[in-house]
């Protein structure tokens, strides 16, 4: 599906010397208008059924490597949760549980949670055993398990302060980008606050939080294609936000001997808004048509390979890829 740029008539030619007019360059929504988008996505390999969602996760993957990305969302191929990435969600499940209770009128003092973390710690180590497991290889259980109880205490002191107050949590947020297309674009909002300015007027803000060793830069957090796309969906769905909000907790490392808090804002202009959607768009173009050329076996597109993600701690399939170890 794509939509026709408009018409444009024909000038005829001027009489003499004179020389013929310039077309005017299109627009940038003229051109966005020339994007093929299909209505639907390829078909997995593994069990046969149509890709129907794109996500952050899944569009900043086909960013960094197409290889990466035909390997997970074509093929299947999966892994293990790294000790870090276990961490980071094990706290945003104790302070979605906060902010819950809160919706529902109950107030958690900060050791209440901290409990609720270590019986979701517990469970969660369970559940992924019975899976996948846990690759503890990044960072040791124990530890990792110290630094939660660590981030939590930081995010009550720094960063739940500033945040606003809770309108919705963990909301699912799904959106099209023309009619009849099979697929969409879905979200997942960790927190949606009110806040109040200087003059006291309502801020609506989303909110991710990270526990990370390095944290987003206002840079960063700018051009940060999460942030962009989940601004763009409550746009279309005419319930704008004024910020989004990068709630960061600084693992200690290497290059920082002490945990810290961070909190980073952002926004995007309609125009930015609309230039993701485009770039969504293309994405979606791009690998429907991949799919058609190379089929669903054969190597789709290598990583650069100087990205930290193309490199045999971050990438499970590296040791077997062309482009990584080769073959």
Request: proline share 9%; aromatic share 8%; net charge neutral.
């Amino acid at each position: 599906m794509s939509i026709a740029a408009p018409a444009i008539a024909e000038t005829p030619p001027p009489p003499g010397d004179a020389p013929a007019p310039t077309a005017p360059p299109a627009s940038a929504a003229e051109l966005a208008a020339r994007i093929p988008v299909p209505v639907r996505l390829p078909t997995r390999r593994y069990d046969g059924e149509p890709i129907r969602h794109l996500s952050a996760t899944s569009y900043g993957l086909w960013l960094v490597c197409r290889e990466a990305w035909r390997r997970k969302y074509i093929c299947g191929e999966r892994e293990a949760p790294s000790g870090a990435m276990f961490l980071g969600s094990r706290v945003d499940d104790a302070v979605s549980l906060y902010y819950q209770r809160r919706l529902a009128g109950e107030e958690l003092d900060p050791g209440q949670v901290k409990d609720a973390y270590r019986e979701l710690w517990r469970q969660q180590v369970d559940a992924e055993r019975e899976k996948l497991g846990i690759d503890w290889s990044d960072i040791h259980e124990q530890a990792a398990f110290e630094i939660g109880l660590q981030a939590l205490d930081m995010t009550f002191a720094q960063l739940v302060p500033k945040l606003g107050d809770p309108v919705a949590v963990q909301r699912q947020l799904e959106y099209t980008l023309a009619p009849g297309l099979e697929w969409t674009v879905l979200c997942y909002l960790d927190l949606e606050t009110r806040g109040r300015d200087l003059t006291g007027a309502e801020i609506p803000r989303v909110v991710d939080y990270k526990v990370k060793g390095s944290t987003i830069s206002q840079a960063q957090a700018d051009r940060d294609p999460q942030a962009s796309l989940y601004m763009a969906g409550r746009w279309l769905q005419a319930n704008p936000a004024a910020e989004f909000l990068f709630a960061q907790i600084a693992k200690p490392g290497p290059r920082r001997k002490q945990i810290s808090a961070t909190l980073i804002t952002t926004g995007r202009t309609v125009g930015q808004m609309r230039a993701t959607l485009a770039r969504i768009a293309l994405a979606a173009s791009e690998l429907a048509a991949t799919h058609e050329r190379l089929g669903p076996d054969r190597p789709w597109g290598l990583a650069d390979p100087t990205h930290w993600k193309c490199s045999p701690r971050f990438c499970p399939a590296w040791s077997t890829c062309p482009g990584g170890r080769g073959l």
